[in-house]
C-alpha cells in the first residue's frame, strides 16, 4: 500500500515539474518583438539608427536595439548559415563600419538549459498522455477497490484507552448495571471465572423503550472494562448484493478476535434478526444470509476468545428463536422506564456543569415527569437551559424547568394565537369544568396547574400530576372518565351547546372504557374474562390487530357495558358542577383574568379562601376587561378547543 502511494506521488511530481518547466521557458523567452526584413535593418544602420544588434546564441536570430530609447526592438532573422557581418556586406555595410561602434554586434551565449528545454517541450506532450492514462487506470482500480470492500465491515472501532462515558454517567437503571458489571469483571479478570469452570454469557440482549439508554449502557460497559469496542448498526449488514452482509459479518468478527478481549455492539439488531419467513417486513434473502451469518459466527466462538456481544432493541419480539437460544443471546436485559428515584438521579447526572439556582429542587421534577425517559430528561434539561440563556440569567430557575417540562410534552405556548372573546370565554370553562371534577373526586389525580394558552396542538391544558402506579383500581378508572367529561359537561351546563373540543376527551374516555371492560374484567354482566386477543409492539404499546373471539351477542353486550360505564361518569361530572356552579364561574372567571392558575391557587378560589397578594391581577392589567360568563340561554358558535380544526379539501 505504501509504494503503491510513493509510486502516485513520484507521477505527480513528475507531471507537476514538466508542467513548471514548460511555463517557466515560456515565461523566460524573449517578449513579442516587430519583425523586419534584413534590407530594412541595412538602411536604418547606414541612417545611425541601430545603437546594437545581438546575435542570439543559434546564430538564426538578431535583435535591433536602436539609438533612441522610445523605439521598441526589432527582430532579423538570419537565413542560412551565414553570420550577420555577411549577410550585411551584401548590403553595402562593410566591417569597418563595426570598427566604429556603430553598431555593437554582440552574441549570446548557449544557456545549458536550452537543450534541455528544447527535450522537455518535445516529450511533454508524451508525458501528458502517459501520466492522464495513468491517472485514469489508478482511479479504475480505485473504484473496483471500493467494489471490492463491500464485504469489509462497516463497524467503527473505540479502543478503551481514554473511556469517555461509565457507569457513573449511567442512572436509573441500576438492576441493569448490575447484571453488566459482571460482563466488566469478566473482560478484566476472566481467570477469576474459568478457574470455576464458568462460562461468560456470550451475547447480551439489551431490551427497553426508545430513549432509556441502551446504547449509552452499551458504552460505559466499553468504559469500564477498557477493551476495543466495535459499535455497528443493523441496517449497515444490508446491501443491495446478495451476500455482501454475510461477508460484513465474517469480516467484523475476524477483527473483534485479532482484538480480543473486545465487546461487539450492534444496535437496533431487530434489522437483521428478524425471525425468518415470519413475513414482517417482506421476503429478503440477503437480510436472510446476515441472520445465518451471525448465528453461525456467534456459535462458533472458540472458548478462549474474549468477544461478548451486545445487542440493542425495541423490538424483541420479532427477533428469530434460534438468535435468542442459549449459546447466542444467553442473557437478556430489560432496561425499563425509570421511576422516580430513577429520574431524580438521571436529572443530576445532565445537570451536572451548569449554573443551577438554590431553588431548584430536584425531587420535584422527578415527580413532575411520571414516564419521561432518559433522553426526554436530557431534552428537559437542555430547553431550560436554553430558555436561561434566550432571558440573559445567570443561573437555571425551577420556572425555566417548569416551562421545558410543559415544551417537551405539549411544545411551547403560542401566546401570538389570535382568539375571539368567545372562544377564550368557552375555553376557561372547558378547562374549569376538568379541573373542578378532579378537584372534588377523591380518586382523580392531583391538579398541578390549568391554562387557556393555547399550547401545542390544544386550545388550553389542565396539567396533573401523575403518580409511578403500576396497578389501577376501577374507582380510579371512574374518576379519570368523570374528569375527562368534566369539560364537555361544563360546555353544555353553561352554553347549552357541545363543541369540537372534547373530541380528544372522548378518544381517551372511549378507550379507557373499552379497556375496562375487554381487557380488565371491571365488568359486572360479563365477568372475569379478557375479549379480543390483540397483537401490539412490545414497548411501543401500539395494536397490529385484534383477533375477535367472542360472539356478535357478546359485542352488543360490550357496547352497553361500555355505554353504561361512560354514561354513569356523564352523571357524575353532570351533578358536581352542576351543584358547584359558582365555583365554576369564579375559576372561569379568574381564568380570564391571568390565564394560567396554579394548583394552590386554584384549591383557594374553589376553597373561598383569600387569594396571596403576588397573584392579584393589577387594575391596569389589559386582561381586566374580558367578558363575562354567558348565561345559559347564549350559545357561542362552537369552536375546536383541544385540537386544531380539520384541513379543508383541496
Same mark, same amino acid.
Given at each position: 500500500?505504501?509504494?503503491?502511494?510513493?509510486?502516485?506521488?513520484?507521477v505527480?511530481?513528475?507531471?507537476?515539474?514538466?508542467?513548471v518547466?514548460?511555463?517557466?521557458?515560456?515565461?523566460?523567452?524573449?517578449?513579442?518583438?516587430?519583425?523586419?526584413?534584413i534590407?530594412?535593418?541595412?538602411?536604418?544602420?547606414?541612417a545611425?539608427?541601430?545603437?546594437?544588434l545581438?546575435?542570439?546564441?543559434?546564430?538564426?536570430?538578431?535583435?535591433?536595439?536602436?539609438? *533612441?530609447?522610445?523605439?521598441?526592438t526589432?527582430?532579423?532573422?538570419?537565413?542560412?548559415?551565414s /553570420?550577420?557581418?555577411e549577410?550585411?556586406? +551584401?548590403?553595402?555595410?562593410?566591417?569597418?563600419?563595426?570598427?566604429?561602434?556603430?553598431p555593437?554586434?554582440?552574441?549570446e551565449?548557449?544557456?545549458?538549459?536550452?537543450?534541455?528545454?528544447?527535450?522537455?517541450?518535445?516529450?511533454?506532450?508524451a508525458?501528458?498522455i502517459?501520466g492522464?492514462?495513468?491517472?485514469?487506470?489508478?482511479?479504475?482500480?480505485?473504484?473496483?477497490n471500493?467494489?471490492?470492500?463491500?464485504? *469489509?465491515?462497516?463497524?467503527?472501532? @473505540?479502543?478503551?484507552?481514554?473511556?469517555?462515558?461509565?457507569?457513573?454517567?449511567v442512572?436509573?437503571?441500576?438492576?441493569?448495571?448490575?447484571?453488566l458489571?459482571?460482563?466488566v469483571?469478566?473482560l478484566?479478570? =476472566?481467570?477469576k471465572?474459568?478457574?470455576?469452570?464458568?462460562?461468560?454469557p456470550?451475547g447480551?440482549? #439489551?431490551v427497553?423503550?426508545?430513549?432509556?439508554?441502551?446504547?449509552? #449502557?452499551?458504552?460505559?460497559v466499553?468504559?469500564?472494562?477498557?477493551? =476495543? @469496542?466495535?459499535?455497528?448498526?443493523?441496517?449497515?449488514f444490508?446491501e443491495?448484493?446478495?451476500?455482501?452482509?454475510?461477508?460484513?459479518?465474517?469480516?467484523?468478527?475476524?477483527?473483534?478476535?485479532? &482484538?480480543?478481549?473486545?465487546i461487539?455492539?450492534?444496535d437496533?439488531i431487530?434489522?437483521?434478526?428478524?425471525q425468518?419467513?415470519?413475513g414482517?417486513?417482506?421476503?429478503?434473502?440477503?437480510?436472510?444470509?446476515?441472520l445465518?451469518?451471525?448465528?453461525?459466527?456467534?456459535?462458533?466462538?472458540? +472458548?478462549?476468545?474474549?468477544?461478548?456481544? #451486545?445487542?440493542?432493541?425495541?423490538?424483541?419480539?420479532i427477533?428469530?428463536?434460534?438468535?435468542?437460544?442459549p449459546?447466542?443471546?444467553d442473557?437478556?436485559?430489560?432496561?425499563?422506564?425509570?421511576?422516580v428515584?430513577?429520574?431524580e438521579?438521571? @436529572?443530576?447526572?445532565?445537570?451536572?456543569?451548569k449554573p443551577?439556582?438554590?431553588?431548584?429542587?430536584?425531587?420535584?421534577?422527578?415527580?413532575a415527569?411520571?414516564?419521561?425517559?432518559?433522553?426526554?430528561?436530557e431534552?428537559t434539561?437542555?430547553?431550560? !437551559?436554553?430558555? !436561561?440563556?434566550?432571558?440573559?440569567?445567570?443561573s437555571?430557575?425551577? /420556572?425555566?424547568?417548569?416551562e421545558?417540562?410543559?415544551?417537551?410534552?405539549?411544545?411551547?405556548?403560542r401566546?401570538s394565537?389570535?382568539?375571539?372573546?368567545e372562544?377564550?370565554?368557552?375555553?376557561?370553562?372547558?378547562?374549569?369544568g376538568?379541573?373542578?371534577?378532579?378537584?372534588?373526586?377523591?380518586?382523580a389525580?392531583t391538579?398541578?396547574k390549568?391554562?387557556?394558552i393555547?399550547?401545542?396542538m390544544?386550545?388550553?391544558?389542565?396539567?396533573?400530576?401523575?403518580?409511578?402506579?403500576?396497578?389501577?383500581?376501577?374507582?380510579?378508572f371512574?374518576?379519570?372518565?368523570?374528569?375527562?367529561?368534566?369539560?364537555?359537561?361544563?360546555?353544555?351546563?353553561?352554553?347549552?351547546?357541545?363543541? +369540537?373540543g372534547?373530541?380528544?376527551?372522548?378518544?381517551?374516555?372511549?378507550?379507557?372504557?373499552?379497556?375496562m371492560? +375487554?381487557?380488565?374484567?371491571?365488568s359486572?354482566? #360479563?365477568?372475569l374474562?379478557?375479549?379480543?386477543?390483540?397483537?401490539?409492539?412490545?414497548?411501543l404499546?401500539?395494536?397490529? /390487530?385484534?383477533?375477535?373471539d367472542?360472539?356478535?351477542a357478546?359485542?352488543?353486550?360490550?357496547?352497553?357495558?361500555v355505554?353504561?360505564?361512560?354514561d354513569?361518569?356523564?352523571?357524575l361530572?353532570?351533578?358536581?358542577?352542576?351543584?358547584?356552579?359558582?365555583?365554576?364561574?369564579?375559576?372561569?372567571?379568574?381564568?380570564?383574568e391571568?390565564?394560567?392558575?396554579?394548583?394552590?391557587? @386554584?384549591a !383557594?378560589?374553589?376553597?373561598?379562601?383569600?387569594?396571596?397578594?403576588?397573584?392579584?391581577?393589577?387594575?391596569a392589567?389589559?386582561k381586566? &376587561?374580558? =367578558?363575562?360568563?354567558?348565561? =345559559?340561554?347564549?350559545r357561542?358558535?362552537?369552536?375546536?378547543?383541544d385540537r386544531?380544526?380539520?384541513?379543508s379539501p383541496?
Open positions: 500500500m505504501n509504494s503503491t502511494r510513493l509510486t502516485r506521488w513520484l505527480y511530481l513528475l507531471i507537476g515539474a514538466a508542467v518547466a514548460v511555463l517557466w521557458s515560456y515565461s523566460s523567452a524573449p517578449t513579442a518583438q516587430n519583425e523586419i526584413p534590407s530594412k535593418l541595412a538602411q536604418e544602420i547606414k545611425n539608427e541601430v545603437a546594437q545581438v546575435v542570439s546564441s543559434a546564430g538564426n536570430e538578431v535583435t535591433v536595439i536602436y539609438e *533612441k530609447p522610445n523605439r521598441q526589432s527582430r532579423a532573422s538570419i537565413s542560412g548559415v /553570420s550577420v557581418e549577410i550585411l556586406a +551584401t548590403y553595402g555595410i562593410s566591417s569597418e563600419a563595426y570598427a566604429d561602434g556603430k555593437v554586434i554582440t552574441y551565449r548557449p544557456s545549458q538549459w536550452s537543450g534541455i528545454l528544447n527535450l522537455v517541450g518535445i516529450f511533454l506532450p508525458i501528458l502517459i492522464f492514462f495513468y491517472f485514469i487506470f489508478r482511479q479504475a482500480q480505485g473504484t473496483n471500493q467494489a471490492m470492500s463491500f464485504g *469489509k465491515s462497516r463497524a467503527r472501532m @473505540f479502543t478503551g484507552d481514554h473511556p469517555t462515558v461509565g457507569f457513573e454517567d442512572a436509573g437503571c441500576d438492576e441493569a448495571k448490575e447484571e458489571q459482571e460482563i469483571e469478566f478484566k479478570e =476472566p481467570e471465572f474459568v478457574s470455576f469452570g464458568a462460562r461468560i456470550k447480551v440482549l #439489551l427497553g423503550s426508545p430513549g432509556t439508554g441502551k446504547t449509552l #449502557l452499551a458504552k460505559a466499553s468504559g469500564e472494562a477498557g477493551v =476495543p @469496542f466495535f459499535s455497528i448498526a443493523g441496517s449497515e444490508v443491495m448484493f446478495v451476500g455482501v452482509g454475510a461477508s460484513r459479518v465474517r469480516d467484523l468478527f475476524e477483527q473483534a478476535k485479532r &482484538n480480543s478481549p473486545c461487539i455492539f450492534i437496533e431487530d434489522a437483521v434478526g428478524r425468518r419467513g415470519a414482517l417486513g417482506g421476503s429478503h434473502d440477503e437480510r436472510e444470509q446476515t445465518n451469518q451471525i448465528l453461525v459466527e456467534m456459535d462458533g466462538f472458540d +472458548t478462549d476468545v474474549h468477544v461478548i456481544i #451486545l445487542a440493542a432493541t425495541n423490538r424483541p419480539d427477533l428469530d428463536p434460534a438468535l435468542l437460544r449459546g447466542r443471546f442473557r437478556r436485559v430489560v432496561i425499563d422506564r425509570p421511576d428515584r430513577g429520574r438521579a438521571i @436529572f443530576r447526572v445532565h445537570l451536572r456543569g443551577i439556582a438554590g431553588s431548584v429542587d430536584v425531587n420535584v421534577l422527578a415527580k415527569t411520571p414516564g419521561f425517559v432518559g433522553a426526554d430528561i431534552n434539561v437542555n430547553e431550560a !437551559a436554553l430558555l !436561561a440563556a434566550r432571558q440573559n440569567k445567570r437555571i430557575s425551577m /420556572s425555566e424547568f417548569h421545558a417540562i410543559e415544551r417537551v410534552q405539549l411544545g411551547p405556548e401566546k394565537r389570535i382568539m375571539s372573546d372562544e377564550k370565554l368557552l375555553t376557561a370553562y372547558h378547562e374549569s376538568h379541573a373542578l371534577v378532579g378537584h372534588f373526586l377523591p380518586n389525580q391538579l398541578r390549568v391554562t387557556i393555547p399550547r401545542g390544544a386550545g388550553g391544558v389542565t396539567w396533573y400530576m401523575d403518580e409511578d402506579i403500576s396497578f389501577v383500581t376501577r374507582s380510579k371512574e374518576a379519570m372518565i368523570a374528569t375527562a367529561l368534566g369539560g364537555r359537561v361544563a360546555e353544555e351546563i353553561v352554553f347549552g351547546d357541545v363543541t +369540537t372534547a373530541s380528544n376527551d372522548l378518544q381517551q374516555v372511549t378507550r379507557l372504557a373499552i379497556a371492560v +375487554t381487557q380488565h374484567g371491571m359486572d354482566e #360479563l365477568g374474562r379478557v375479549y379480543g386477543e390483540k397483537q401490539e409492539l412490545v414497548f404499546g401500539r395494536e397490529i /390487530s385484534e383477533q375477535r367472542y360472539s356478535d357478546v359485542a352488543e353486550k360490550i357496547d352497553d357495558e355505554r353504561q360505564i361512560i354513569r361518569a356523564h352523571a361530572a353532570t351533578k358536581i358542577l352542576t351543584d358547584n356552579r359558582d365555583k365554576l364561574d369564579l375559576v372561569s372567571q379568574r381564568l380570564l391571568v390565564e394560567t392558575l396554579e394548583a394552590a391557587e @386554584f !383557594a378560589i374553589v376553597e373561598g379562601k383569600e387569594l396571596p397578594a403576588s397573584s392579584m391581577p393589577s387594575s392589567s389589559p381586566a &376587561n374580558q =367578558p363575562k360568563p354567558a348565561e =345559559p340561554s347564549e357561542p358558535h362552537p369552536s375546536p378547543l386544531p380544526p380539520s384541513p383541496a
